[in-house]
C-alpha cells in the first residue's frame, strides 16, 4: 500500500471534484437539448422519442454516478472477479438469440422489457477495476507527490532469469489477458470500435504503471498485425476503412453518414443555423442523435459550441489527472486514471470518426449521444473519478505505519 507525502489542499480538491461534477451534468443536460432538436427525423411521427426516453436516463445515470461516488472501494475490490465475471456472461448471454437482440447484424444487447442493456459497456467497467488491481499489485514503488511516468518500476528486466520471468507474469502477462479476455467476448457482438476503445485504455494504463517496452513493442506489433488481418478478412469494415479516406468519392455508399456530417460542420459555419433549424443532421443525415450527434451540434449550434464541448472533455481530463495524482493509494490511482481515460478517449474517438479523421465505428460521444446504458456507464466512470478523488484527502495509514 502507498501513501504520498504531500497533499493538495483539501479544498483544492473539492474545487476539482466539483468542477468535474459540474462538467459532466452540463454536458447530460445539454445532450437532452441536442436530441429534442435533431433526434428524430422530419418523417418521425413522434419527434420528441429520443428526447423522451433520454429525459428518463439522465436521472437514473445521476443516480448510478452518485453510488459509484460513495462506494467503498476496498469492498468492490474484494468481488472485482465476480464483476468480471458477471460482466464476461452478460456479453455472452446478448449473443444467445431470445435473450440478446441483433440491431444492423450486431448481437451487443439484452433486451430487459422496457430497456435494452449494452452488455459491452459493462465491460468497461469490469476492466477498470480487475486491471487496477493486478497493476496495484505490480507496482512496487511508492507514489511520489507529484505522479510521473515510469517511476513506478524497480523490477528486474531480465526474462530468462526467475525475477524477470515474475517480472513479465506479474507486470505483463496477467494485465493483457485481462484486456485481451474482455476484447475477445466483445468481439462476440461484434463490436470493433469497443474493442479497440478497451484495448486502448487497457494499453495506456499499463504503460502510466511502469510495464517495460521489452514487453509493449511486440504486443504492439502483433496486435497491429492481427487489426490489419482482421479489417482485411471483414468486407464491412474494409470498406468503411477506405471510404473515409475520400468520402466524396464514396458518398454515395459506406462514407454517406461521414459526407452528411461533414455537410453540416460546413452549413453551420461558425454560430450556426439555430436551435430546431438544423435541416441537415434532421432530414439526411442518418441516426443524428447517436454516434453522429456533433454534427447535429456543429450544424445547429456552429464551431463555437463544438469547439466548447471538445473544450469540456479536456478540462475534465485536466482535472481529473491533477486530483488522482494525489490518490490514497495505487489501487485508486489506477481506477481513477482508467474510468478518466475511458470518457475521454472515447470523446476523442467519436469527435475524430465525425470529423473524419478515423474510420467510422459505432462509438458514442460521452453524455450526448442517445442511448441509456452508454450514459449510465459513462456517469459511473465521473463517479469512480470522485470517489477516488474523495478518498486522496484521507491517509489510509498514519505517518508511522506509512514509515514501516
Known amino acids: 500500500m502507498v501513501i504520498k507525502v504531500k497533499q493538495e489542499p483539501p479544498g483544492a480538491l473539492a474545487g476539482y471534484a466539483l468542477w468535474i461534477a459540474l462538467l459532466a451534468v452540463g454536458l ?38 452518485f453510488l459509484c461516488f460513495r462506494l467503498n472501494l476496498e469492498r ?52 477498470v477495476i480487475v486491471l487496477a488491481d493486478l497493476l496495484a499489485r505490480m507496482q512496487r514503488c511508492t507514489l511520489a507527490p ?49 474493442i479497440l476503445l478497451c484495448v486502448a485504455v487497457g494499453g495506456v494504463m499499463m504503460f502510466i504503471s511502469g ?18 488481418i482482421l479489417i482485411l478478412n471483414w468486407p464491412n469494415r474494409l470498406r468503411r476503412f477506405v471510404s473515409f479516406i475520400d468520402p466524396w468519392q464514396n458518398r454515395g455508399d459506406e462514407a454517406y453518414q461521414l459526407f452528411e456530417g461533414m455537410m453540416g460542420f460546413g452549413v453551420g459555419g461558425l454560430t450556426g443555423k439555430g436551435a430546431g433549424f438544423g435541416l441537415q443532421s434532421r432530414a439526411y443525415l442518418p441516426e443524428a442523435h447517436t454516434d453522429f450527434v456533433l454534427a447535429g451540434i456543429g450544424e445547429e449550434y456552429g464551431l463555437v459550441a463544438t469547439s466548447l464541448v471538445a473544450l469540456t472533455y479536456l478540462v475534465i481530463f485536466v482535472l481529473g489527472y491533477r486530483a488522482l495524482r494525489h490518490s490514497a493509494d ?20 467519436n469527435m475524430g470518426v465525425v470529423t473524419g479523421l478515423l474510420p467510422t465505428k459505432g462509438i458514442s460521444l460521452p453524455f450526448l449521444s442517445y442511448g441509456g446504458t452508454n450514459l449510465v456507464v459513462m456517469a459511473c466512470m465521473v463517479g469512480l473519478v470522485l470517489n477516488c478523488i474523495r478518498e486522496a484527502s484521507r491517509p489510509v495509514f498514519s505517518p508511522k505505519e506509512a514509515r514501516a
Do not use: H
Not at 507474469?169 to 457482438?189: D, M, Q
Not at 489501487?331 to 474517438?349: D, E, P, S, T
Open 28 to 65: 447530460a443536460v445539454f445532450g437532452l437539448v441536442v436530441q429534442y432538436s435533431a433526434g428524430i427525423s422530419l418523417s418521425s411521427t413522434n419527434r420528441t422519442a429520443a428526447f423522451d426516453r433520454q429525459a428518463i436516463y439522465v436521472p437514473i445515470a445521476l443516480l448510478a454516478g
Open 76 to 127: 468492490v475490490r474484494e468481488y472485482r472477479w465476480w464483476i468480471f465475471g458477471g460482466a464476461l456472461l452478460a456479453m455472452l448471454a446478448a449473443r444467445i438469440p431470445g435473450v440478446g437482440v441483433s440491431v444492423n447484424g450486431s448481437w451487443r444487447w439484452i433486451e430487459l422489457g422496457f430497456f435494452r442493456l449494452q452488455a459491452s459497456d459493462l465491460g468497461k467497467l469490469a476492466l
Open 146 to 194: 507529484r505522479f510521473r511516468i515510469y517511476q513506478l518500476s524497480d523490477r528486474a528486466p531480465f526474462l530468462l532469469t526467475p525475477a524477470g520471468w515474475r517480472d513479465c507474469r506479474e507486470g505483463f502477462l496477467k494485465p493483457l489477458a485481462v484486456v485481451l479476455t474482455i476484447a475477445g467476448f466483445i468481439a462476440l457482438g461484434p463490436d470493433l470500435g469497443t
Open 211 to 228: 510495464v517495460r517496452w521489452q514487453y509493449v513493442i511486440p504486443a504492439l506489433l502483433l496486435g497491429a498485425t492481427a487489426l490489419t
Open 330 to 349: 495505487l489501487y485508486r490511482l489506477n481506477v481513477g486514471l482508467g474510468a478518466l481515460l475511458f470518457l475521454v478517449i472515447q470523446a476523442l474517438v
